[in-house]
Every structure is written in C-alpha cells, then in structure tokens.
C-alpha cells in the first residue's frame, strides 16, 4: 500500500538525523558517477488479469499468521486464487516470503511479504530500519557476474532468507521439473522479490525467471539496474506517481529503478487499480 505521508516524513526525518550525525548511511549521500550506460527497456507484455493475480499473492503475504498461508485459508487464497498449492512459508523475526504451484498458470510463484504494520510492532520497526539504511553494497552473495551495488537493507533482509528459499524453490522445481517461474512481491516485498530474482538467474536457479512487482522501490545503482534489465528481460514494476515509495530512495544518492514500469493514473493506490480496495481488512483473516 502507498505510505502515509505523516509516517514517511517521520522517517525521514530519522533518516535525517542519522545522517547529520555521521551516520553509516551518509555515504549514500554522495552523486553517484559511475557510468554504465542506459538501462535498456523491456518488450515484456503487460497482461491486466495476471497482474492482477500477483497483487492478490502479494496481498496474501499480509496474513497475520504463516500457518494461514500453509493452509491456504485466507479470504483471497479461497477465492481468487483457487489452484495454488502452498509448498514452503519462510520467516524470520521481520520478513516473510512463501512459495508454491500455481496450477492454473502451470508455474510456480515466489512471494515475499512487504511492510508490516504497527499492530506488529516489533517486525514494522525492524521493516523501517531496513527500509530507510540507503548505504549501498555490492551484492557478492548474488554471484561474481552482478556488477553494481544494492540497497544494504533490501540485500541483507534477502540473504538472511536466501539459504532457505534456494532450497525450498529447488526442492519445488523437482517437482514441477517443466514449470517455469513468477516472483512477485509489493512495496518492500517488491525490493526483495526484484534482488531474489537477480540472484535466481545469477545461480542458474531459474534461466528465464518473470518479475511482477507492485509499489517497489529503488533497489540498485544505474550498474545494477542495467544488468538487471539486459538479463531479465520479463520484468514489470505496477506503480503510481502518488506512491511515495516508488519514489526512494531519491535518484541523487546514485539509485536508479529496473525496467520495465507501468504507471496507472488514475487513481492513488495501485491495489484500487487492481480490483483490491478492501484488501487492508481482507488480508489479515
């Protein structure tokens, strides 16, 4: 869902306060002028139904037990998502992902969760420390080939699930050996979902992985994005203009969004967009 303005600003000004102190993401302050060439375009089409399939396992990943999601009982996984065989539930103390087949796409999809709430204190406050750590690495744990630099947040939120998720998605590919793969996510879990893609096809792990994301924010330096771009070519970010998060961080510390984008207009929240204007008090069954 789009951030409240009041709770981004107070972030930032978090944020702020970190920086004027010295703090470790200062060096993400600094224009970033390395030059990589552009970030090529996609041809990938955009298909409106699929789309809105991926904002429904998105929004699923909002449950408010795992177990629902193993059982596959919640209000969206009874209806719109009938065929989906639950196979693996991931958490740690403030991420979550799950995965499965999807039967009537005859593919598997991976989902991470995004930003908790604050009736979950612990894991919303853990979620913004992430979120707001601007400080870019290199992604050595997604293999040698990536160039460029990530998010530290968004990387290290990742690798501490990534043992787990190669070996849960492996595990499910032996499986469905001719099943191909969706990995989708929103707002946070759309940052996670575009680096486990990345690193999906860097570790030979799935050759032609489809991204579909929904609210993301930027993930990596104008090198990362290239390199994402050229390789993964099936690739769609859902975003709207009024969606502060697809907005960080800002261009000026050096990072720059993936293709391809697709931008709706009319309305402020792409989950309305998506037939889901319900969906806060629809997830949480």
Same mark, same amino acid.
């Given at each position: 869902?789009?951030?409240?303005?009041?709770?981004?600003?107070?972030?930032?000004?978090?944020?702020?306060?970190?920086?004027?102190?010295?703090?470790?993401?200062?060096?993400?302050?600094?224009?970033?002028?390395? $030059?990589?060439?552009?970030?090529?375009?996609?041809?990938?089409? +955009?298909? %409106?139904? &699929?789309?809105?399939?991926?904002?429904?396992? $998105?929004?699923?990943?909002?449950?408010?037990?795992?177990?629902?999601?193993?059982?596959?009982?919640?209000? &969206?996984?009874?209806?719109?998502?009938?065929?989906?065989?639950?196979?693996?539930? /991931?958490? !740690?103390?403030?991420?979550?992902?799950?995965?499965?087949?999807?039967?009537?796409?005859?593919? /598997?999809?991976?989902?991470?969760?995004?930003?908790?709430?604050?009736?979950?204190?612990?894991?919303?406050? #853990?979620?913004?420390?992430?979120?707001?750590?601007? #400080?870019?690495?290199?992604?050595?744990?997604?293999?040698?080939?990536?160039?460029? %630099?990530?998010?530290?947040? =968004?990387?290290?939120?990742?690798?501490?699930?990534?043992?787990?998720?190669?070996?849960?998605?492996?595990?499910?590919?032996?499986?469905?050996?001719?099943?191909? &793969?969706?990995? !989708?996510?929103? $707002?946070?879990?759309?940052?996670?979902?575009?680096?486990?893609? @990345?690193? =999906?096809? $860097?570790?030979?792990?799935?050759?032609?992985?489809? @991204?579909?994301?929904?609210?993301?924010?930027?993930?990596?330096?104008?090198?990362?994005?290239?390199?994402?771009?050229?390789?993964? !070519? *099936?690739?769609?970010?859902?975003?709207?203009? #009024?969606?502060?998060?697809?907005?960080?961080?800002? %261009?000026? !510390?050096? +990072?720059?969004?993936?293709? *391809?984008?697709?931008?709706? #207009?009319?309305?402020?929240?792409?989950?309305? +967009?998506?037939? +889901?204007?319900?969906?806060?008090?629809? *997830?949480?069954?």
């Amino acid at each position: 869902m789009a951030v409240p303005i009041k709770l981004f600003l107070v972030v930032q000004v978090l944020v702020a306060v970190v920086l004027l102190n010295g703090g470790p993401v200062a060096d993400a302050f600094v224009f970033d002028r390395k $030059s990589c060439g552009a970030v090529p375009s996609n041809n990938y089409a +955009y298909d %409106e139904s &699929l789309a809105k399939r991926m904002m429904a396992y $998105s929004a699923s990943a909002y449950v408010k037990h795992p177990r629902i999601l193993q059982d596959w009982t919640c209000t &969206l996984c009874k209806s719109v998502l009938k065929g989906f065989q639950p196979f693996r539930v /991931i958490e !740690t103390d403030d991420l979550l992902s799950y995965m499965g087949y999807d039967s009537t796409l005859r593919m /598997i999809v991976v989902v991470f969760r995004g930003t908790v709430g604050p009736g979950r204190f612990t894991a919303f406050v #853990k979620n913004w420390i992430l979120n707001a750590s601007f #400080k870019k690495v290199k992604p050595t744990r997604l293999g040698l080939s990536v160039p460029g %630099e990530v998010h530290d947040g =968004f990387y290290n939120g990742y690798v501490g699930m990534q043992t787990q998720i190669i070996s849960a998605l492996q595990h499910l590919q032996a499986q469905h050996p001719r099943a191909g &793969l969706y990995v !989708t996510g929103h $707002s946070l879990g759309a940052a996670l979902a575009t680096i486990a893609t @990345m690193d =999906f096809y $860097s570790k030979g792990v799935s050759t032609n992985p489809i @991204m579909i994301n929904f609210g993301s924010p930027r993930v990596g330096d104008k090198c990362f994005a290239k390199y994402f771009s050229e390789k993964i !070519t *099936r690739s769609i970010r859902v975003v709207h203009s #009024k969606d502060i998060v697809t907005h960080v961080p800002p %261009e000026i !510390t050096g +990072y720059q969004h993936v293709s *391809r984008e697709v931008q709706d #207009k009319t309305t402020w929240d792409h989950r309305v +967009y998506l037939g +889901y204007r319900g969906i806060s008090a629809r *997830r949480r069954k």
